[in-house]
């Protein structure tokens, strides 16, 4: 069932959403002054377009009280003197070989609504310069990184940024106009270290997108503000003692790599990402899992903002979707086995981790009742979490490069002329 996807704030005037006659239904994103409140879905066969009166219907049967809580709020917050935070911040886009979706991307960093930031393209080990003529063309800087592996391209970014704080986002994704002002006020808060946002899908037009989003997990499409620490595991539960290590392995409610954005003296602290982990490495993954569970290890704050929007187009074909599901589950398994090597976390408490929280309680009670997700792409997960912990585990034997990258180490190199434009 092909499904138009779209945001709509309702403190604006809306209009009528047109073109609609080859897609089966609507999904709206409904904001209310850029906030997120929840979706709502309009069957649309055979329609040409949905009018304003009947995107307002909808909104108020699927999201009455949302919305009226939405309007209160702002009603209260109008009566207070708003602090205003235009920190300047520095964009990283890691990229290799895709050009097309590079562009679509750039141009919405382009069009952020934001005083002052910067935007850094991270080229990995490219086979061409096809990127470095499209980011030549743009008030964009370029940055060319020659060691293999998504880690080294992210600590290679991180060394040339200008700015206290750093965002990543990925190549094949468009960010909303206000990501930037969502990510500036959660860091207004000096305990906040680590910033994840919303990543939100882009399209639903085949099965295989169907299933990543709506049964696989997709990427976490949740609309409540969540802050993670040692001793605020969620903002419904705060605890007396702090949270064990072991509790802050299972990242499901942390946001993903998609869209992040850390306090660049946290990797003068905690070092770079691991250069082991990561797309472009035997783990395939795993690079942010980890450094999540570093930086809340040393007692840090992560906060995940939903308001800070990206939109992500997930891969359209079911070969694309077993490879991204062997992948992820590649990059947890590599997690699991790099906190555990590291000494952060005791290798039975991340065995109870994998043996009973994701085998028994989520791996194995879908694959005896299955729903849309199929036993062999739920099988896809186990042999993913497998391979992605021995490959860390024999990468770690034979080389010494997954020590945690010295960020103050790329300063110099990165500043050369050949590195950086």
């Known amino acids: 069932m092909s499904t138009k996807v779209l945001d709509l704030d309702f403190s604006q005037p809306l209009s009528s959403v047109w073109n609609l006659e080859d897609f089966h239904q609507l999904q709206v994103l409904v904001r209310y002054h850029q906030k997120p409140l929840g979706w709502i879905y309009l069957p649309v066969r055979h329609q040409i377009a949905v009018t304003a009166e009947q995107l307002q219907q909808a909104a108020t049967e699927q999201l009455g009280w949302e919305l009226m809580a939405a309007t209160v709020e702002q009603q209260f917050l109008e009566l207070e003197p ?3 935070m235009a920190e300047p911040i520095s964009i990283i886009v890691c990229t290799r070989d895709r050009v097309s979706a ?25 086979s061409n310069d096809d990127t470095a003529q499209l980011v030549a063309q743009l008030p964009v800087r370029y940055v060319r990184e020659s060691q293999t592996g998504l880690a080294w391209a992210r600590n290679r970014g991180i060394a040339a940024a200008r700015h206290g704080i750093v965002a990543f986002i990925d190549d094949d994704v468009t960010v909303d106009k206000f990501w930037l002002q969502a990510i500036a006020r959660t860091f207004a808060d ?26 696989y997990g997709g990427m976490k499409q949740r609309l409540q503000r969540r802050t993670v620490c040692k001793t605020v595991f969620s903002e419904s539960r705060i605890v007396n003692a702090e949270v064990p290590n072991r509790n802050l392995l299972w990242t499901n409610l942390l946001g ?22 990561g797309d472009g490495t035997p783990s395939r993954g795993g690079d942010e899992l980890e450094m999540f569970h570093r930086l809340l290890a040393q007692g840090h704050t992560l906060v995940y903002e939903p308001a800070a929007i990206a939109w992500h187009t997930a891969e359209p074909s079911l070969a694309q979707l077993r490879r991204e599901i062997f992948r992820d589950n590649c990059g947890f398994g590599a997690h699991l086995v790099a906190s555990t090597s590291k000494g952060r976390v005791h290798w039975l408490a991340v065995g109870h981790v994998m043996l009973y929280q994701w085998f028994l309680q989520s791996v194995l009670r879908r694959f005896l009742r299955p729903n849309r997700l199929s036993r062999s792409l739920i099988a896809l997960e186990v042999l993913g979490l497998l391979v992605g912990a021995f490959s860390y585990s024999f990468d770690r034997l034979r080389s010494q490069r997954i020590e945690n990258i010295d960020v103050e180490v790329l300063l110099d190199s990165a500043s050369a002329p050949e590195a950086v434009s």
């Open 82 to 84: 708003q602090a205003t």
């Open 102 to 126: 590079l562009s679509q991307c750039l141009q919405s960093l382009l069009a952020l609504d934001y005083p002052s930031y910067e935007i850094i393209v991270v080229d990995r080990t490219p």
């Open 190 to 215: 000096s305990k906040v270290m680590a910033v994840t946002g919303l990543a939100a899908p882009a399209e639903l037009q085949t099965q295989a997108q169907y299933l990543y989003e709506l049964h």
């Open 256 to 277: 993903t790599s998609t869209n992040m954005a850390f306090r660049r003296s946290l990797f003068t602290e905690l070092g770079g990402f691991d250069g082991a982990l």
